[in-house]
């Protein structure tokens, strides 16, 4: 396997990918925040499947943390994601710092409304607003054909959906299944926080999502049935339940009957904050 180009500089990354495009290969690009598992290589996979050249972004993105979140302690080791990188075949590492993003004077921010409306955004206001203007200027900088997004954080796919057809932007946006262990636990950098206890119960959230989903397709009270979930979770072991909803896959309006559901949650287990996603079948 070659080693991937690693640049740090705006400059570098576009010059690298105009001579790809000047060579006729389609680049793909796969946003991410380092601190890479099995979840971000399949997304690099996918990437390889849709484009000759793959790029990975790993910048830890401060203006999508709120000061009271785990920007500090969130884990950076770039080594070995570079190493996993390699192993995966991607071609090209951006490893910018945080003034090559945002240097001194930045003053602009991209706000994106429809689907960034609740769940999340009840709870982490600013969330999306850091995601959108980070990835529009990461799609700005490196000027991608497509680019891959895991369906683990459902919401932000959506709204980076939104974005680019309501900012033109010319990119394909490529939706990835979540890649889970072998007891349905949602690979997740944060995962890395818990210890095997707290990965004991963290398993319980996707198995009681599915249980939850498979009983609205049946046709069960939406209210009733999210409750009781709630406070399955809880009696599993996780200390708060931000929310378990169901809302349209598409748009994330309120979920109705006729149309493909998705049921999203977010719990906290001691000080780490899960999120997980499934379909809600339409029987
Ligand atoms: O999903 C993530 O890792 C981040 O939100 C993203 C898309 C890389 C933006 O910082």
Redesign the pocket.
């Known amino acids: 396997m070659n080693e991937p180009i690693v640049v740090d500089s705006v400059t570098a990354l576009r010059t690298q990918v105009r001579d790809w495009r000047q060579a006729g290969l389609r680049v793909a690009m796969v946003?991410?925040?380092g601190a890479l598992h099995d979840g971000h290589i399949s997304l690099v996979r996918i990437a390889l499947e849709r484009a000759e050249r793959c790029v990975v972004?790993i910048?830890?993105?401060p203006t999508?943390f709120a000061p009271t979140e785990d920007l500090d302690k969130y884990p950076r080791q770039l080594a070995r994601d570079l190493d996993r990188l390699r192993d995966a075949g991607a071609h090209l590492a951006f490893t910018p710092g945080v003034t090559e993003m945002y240097p001194a004077g930045f003053a602009t921010k991209i706000s994106v409304g429809g689907p960034s409306g609740g769940l999340e955004t009840d709870f982490r206001p600013s969330f999306f607003d850091?995601?959108a203007t980070?990835?529009a200027k990461?799609f700005v900088q490196a000027a991608p054909d497509c680019a891959v997004?895991?369906e683990k954080?459902y919401q932000?796919l959506c709204v980076?959906r939104q974005l680019c057809r309501d900012l033109d932007l010319p990119v394909e946006i490529i939706g990835a299944p979540t890649v889970r262990d072998a007891h349905g636990l949602a690979m997740s950098?944060r995962n890395a926080y818990l210890g095997e206890a707290e990965l004991e119960i963290a398993r319980k959230l996707n198995a009681v999502l599915r249980q939850t989903a498979a009983r609205l397709a049946a046709g069960a009270d939406e209210t009733g049935v999210t409750s009781a979930a709630m406070e399955a979770l809880v009696q599993a072991g996780f200390r708060k339940v931000d929310y378990i909803a169901a809302r349209e896959a598409a748009t994330l309006a309120p979920w109705r009957r006729d149309r493909d559901g998705r049921l999203l949650a977010a719990a906290w287990l001691g000080t780490t904050r899960l999120i997980d996603n499934v379909e809600i079948r339409s029987a």
Do not use: A, E, K
């Open positions: 946003p991410t925040m972004s910048f830890v993105n999508q850091g995601v980070v990835v990461l997004f895991g954080d932000q980076v950098s």
